[in-house]
């Protein structure tokens, strides 16, 4: 979710100190009879969430709208931003904590976002979709000691401290009975204190809260609108509105939903090359290990050439064991290190490309090398790059020309100009023979 948005953890720390209607209220003594009233009725609302906490299993559904408008100070004209998103949360209860599974839509995105947490591990996926329809979900980072139910849905397991209440109505609604919580108005400026926002104010705040005849808390709805001095030309006021319902209280998870749903295969010219190590190791907040090799068939002529030369180099990827991930790991950059190839055949040659991707699972910069080799079948034998280049009736000349009309779009170094010898490890020929590059200059 983009961070310029107040995140509900935010919205959760909002419900420790929150308030309801409209702008602060003065404080009042509340006589003895209201407080015991609110006491007894704060409690039912207590034993309905302590309900839910008991539950073995169950799925709860949450639909978040936001609304932020940032105002011009001197115009007051305003420019409206809107995200909405929808979670749904498959849950089951532990002696630890909770195994879960999520998944996250935002309105205008074309794929979701997927979390798996198992044992205390919680595991970040990503959505592929191919372009043959099909499509495979890709585990992208994990984290360690995550027992709880993520920050989406604190509303339900976290209720507005009853020492800040000053009124909670009651009322009987479909089948449902309905609190809504009423803090007084110190917490409004309890929130603006917290606030490192210029001008802070929380200006509405409600909260309902809808048990049903089991005694079970079964929905959250909250709305609330801040605004705050974001910059001397523009001011911004928020609206969020949260519904979470719990849809279910007995579908278990399945924990295995993040496999392969599709059946996509990659293109692989098995008369040539075989996998040498296939690999996925995941360590948590250390090291993601995700690695594809070939090597030519043995069988073929000369294939000890071309494999010789993926053993030099690639060996780490070729060797690497899962202490040695563990060690590379421990400089804190959380390394996502993955390896896959592709394999061209152009008549009787081909060509083998071996890509490599390096980032940071926590966000950082990307290193993208490769690695070629080309094999005629026909001799039997491997063939040097200017070989295959002339083979493919391009020249050392076009390929820079190449590199300047379609990737070099804005150079790290205006007053360098790049060689053939210098760009000649970054491009290959795709399978229509078109010249692609796999390098990142920009990162």
């Excluded at 919680?122 to 043959?132: F, R, S, W």
């Excluded at 920050?151 to 339900?156: G, H, M, Q, T």
């Excluded at 309890?190 to 808390?217: M, N």
């Excluded at 996509?264 to 090359?273: L, W």
Aim: aromatic share 14%; proline share 3%; charged share 25%.
């Amino acid at each position: 979710m983009n961070k310029k948005w107040m995140t509900l953890s935010a919205i959760c720390l909002a419900l420790l100190f929150s308030a309801c209607g409209g702008k602060p209220e003065p404080v009042v003594e509340l006589p003895e009879d209201s407080t015991n009233e609110i006491q007894e009725t704060y409690e039912q609302l207590q034993e309905a969430a302590a309900a839910f906490r008991q539950l073995d299993a169950g799925v709860l559904q949450i639909v978040s709208e936001q609304t932020q408008r940032h105002i011009e100070s001197g115009s007051g004209q305003a420019n409206e931003y809107v995200e909405k998103t929808e979670d749904t949360i498959r849950f089951r209860k532990t002696d630890q904590g909770y195994d879960l599974i999520r998944i996250s839509r935002s309105e205008g995105q074309d794929v979701p976002t997927g979390y798996k947490q198992e044992n205390g591990i919680l595991t970040l996926y990503n959505y592929g979709a191919h372009e043959d329809g099909t499509f495979e979900w890709k585990e992208a980072a994990a984290e360690k000691n995550h027992y709880g139910l993520p920050e989406e849905a604190d509303l339900f397991v976290h209720l507005t401290d009853q020492k800040l209440i000053r009124e909670i109505r009651v009322e009987h609604r479909d089948g449902m009975t309905v609190y809504e919580l009423i803090p007084g108005g110190a917490f409004f400026d309890a929130r603006a204190s917290l606030s490192a926002y210029k001008g802070y104010a929380l200006d509405t705040y409600q909260i309902s809260y809808c048990v049903d005849e089991q005694h079970l808390l079964r929905k959250v709805i909250l709305s609330q609108t801040e605004s705050w001095t974001h910059t001397e030309i523009y001011d911004v006021e928020q609206t969020r509105v949260v519904e979470i319902e719990l849809d279910s209280v007995q579908d278990e998870t399945d924990l295995d939903y993040f496999r392969n749903n599709g059946t996509y295969v990659r293109p692989v010219y098995d008369e040539i090359t075989e996998i040498w190590r296939e690999e996925f190791i995941n360590i948590p907040e250390t090291y993601l290990f995700d690695v594809r090799i070939p090597r030519v068939r043995e069988e073929l002529p000369n294939a000890n050439k071309i494999n010789d030369r993926i053993a030099a180099d690639c060996e780490m990827e070729l060797n690497a064991t899962l202490a040695d991930l563990t060690s590379q790991g421990d400089w804190g950059g959380y390394p996502w290190h993955t390896v896959d190839f592709e394999v061209c055949r152009f008549g009787d040659i081909y060509q083998i490309c071996i890509f490599n991707t390096e980032a940071s699972a926590w966000g950082s910069g990307v290193s993208m090398w490769m690695y070629k080799y080309y094999y005629d079948a026909s001799l039997g034998d491997e063939i040097k790059p200017e070989d295959f280049l002339a083979h493919m009736n391009y020249t050392p000349r076009e390929i820079e020309e190449i590199f300047y009309r379609d990737y070099l779009f804005e150079s790290p170094d205006p007053d360098g100009a790049f060689t053939y010898d210098q760009i000649s490890d970054w491009f290959y020929i795709d399978e229509d023979a078109n010249v692609r590059f796999y390098v990142n200059l920009y990162g």
